[in-house]
């Protein structure tokens, strides 16, 4: 059973917005740490994806200027 030591141990945000989350969403600390960790990660993947989807994009505007 993982409890809540692994979560904070395997979660990358800091305790601080845990803690906001938590309090916003008046959510246990468990599922706080759960949402917090999905919103980081959710925001790296589309960080990523960012430069995947301009390329297209910027060779589509060349050729429309050409």
Partial sequence: M?????CKA???VD???VARVARHERLPEILA???AQSRVSKARRLKARQPILAAPAAAL???LAA
């Fill in 15 to 17: 305790p601080a917005t």
């Fill in 33 to 35: 740490i759960a949402c």
């Fill in 61 to 63: 505007s060349r050729r």
């Fill in 10 to 12: 395997f979660c990358t």
């Fill in 2 to 6: 993982i409890t809540l030591n692994d």
